[in-house]
């Protein structure tokens, strides 16, 4: 299968970290979509570049899991099944809550400039949901949890919840349609704002709960059932 159109075009010669980065961003928007080959060739032609860094930002997006490596076939996108979705918001909703914690324990300033950049994320994602921009809607509520995750200053937490962020957008994205409760998606994420802001630990790790327990109902309700991934 050929690079979606309009791809990027990358200028001299791009090391295998930046081709995985910009492939991971066109993943998670859409352009590549859940169960398509991933031509080597023809990306490799696209991007300007030689296979070698190529296969390289292949390999990490496959142990990141967003690509499936499949014996004698090829690199194919990560469909995601129901079960997936419900572990990768398991590990999200472990993560947040660990995260919650340190935060709750760390100083007033660091706090403090957590909740001004959360702030600032829910005031865009506001006008988002006005504009119905889903992509960015769905890119900002990943950069909510995200700066949230990254207040901690924990830099294995973070480190950790990158991966996370890359395949819940994946997720997310696929309710464009039919999302049940946009109405109610900038106040959850007000909710949390303001239950760290009042440093309320069990109002927080609640909210968490129930912001991600709502999340994959959402996800799994409106998916048809599938098969497990290979």
Same mark, same amino acid.
């Given at each position: ?6 791809? +990027? @075009? ?21 352009? +590549? ?5 991933? =031509?080597?060739?023809? !990306? ?11 296969? /390289?930002?292949? *390999? #990490?997006?496959?142990?990141?899991? %967003? ?5 004698? #076939?090829? @690199? +194919?996108?990560?469909?995601?099944? =129901? ?13 947040? !809550?660990?995260?919650? =914690?340190?935060?709750? $324990?760390?100083?007033? $300033? ?29 890119? !900002?509520?990943?950069? +909510?949890?995200?700066?949230? @995750?990254?207040?901690?200053? =924990? ?16 997720? %997310?994205?696929?309710? /464009?349609?039919?999302?049940? #409760?946009? $109405? @109610? ?11 760290? /802001?009042?440093? $309320?630990?069990?109002?927080? *790790? ?12 959402? !996800?799994?309700?409106? #998916? ?7």
């Amino acid at each position: 299968m050929a690079a979606p159109e309009g791809m +990027f @075009v990358l200028e001299g010669r791009p090391t295998a970290q930046l081709i995985a980065d910009q492939l991971r961003e066109l993943i998670v928007q859409g352009a +590549f979509k859940p169960g398509q080959q991933v =031509n080597e060739s023809a !990306l490799a032609s696209q991007l300007n570049t030689s296979r070698g860094p190529l296969r /390289e930002a292949l *390999q #990490r997006l496959c142990q990141e899991g %967003i690509l499936v490596s499949k014996r004698n #076939r090829g @690199v +194919f996108v990560l469909e995601l099944s =129901n079960e997936d979705i419900k572990e990768i918001y398991a590990v999200r909703e472990a993560v947040e !809550l660990a995260a919650a =914690n340190t935060l709750l $324990d760390s100083g007033p $300033d660091q706090i403090m400039d957590t909740c001004r950049e959360l702030k600032g994320i829910i005031k865009n994602m506001a006008k988002q949901v006005a504009a119905s921009d889903w992509q960015a809607i769905a890119r !900002l509520d990943m950069q +909510f949890h995200t700066a949230f @995750v990254s207040g901690t200053g =924990n830099t294995r937490l973070i480190r950790i919840y990158e991966t996370l962020a890359a395949e819940s957008r994946m997720c %997310i994205l696929s309710l /464009e349609v039919a999302y049940p #409760r946009i $109405d @109610v998606l900038v106040q959850e994420h007000q909710d949390i704002l303001d239950l760290l /802001e009042a440093r $309320d630990q069990s109002g927080l *790790q609640q909210a968490i709960k129930r912001h991600m327990q709502k999340a994959v109902e959402d !996800l799994t309700s409106t #998916r048809q059932p599938s098969g497990a991934t290979a």
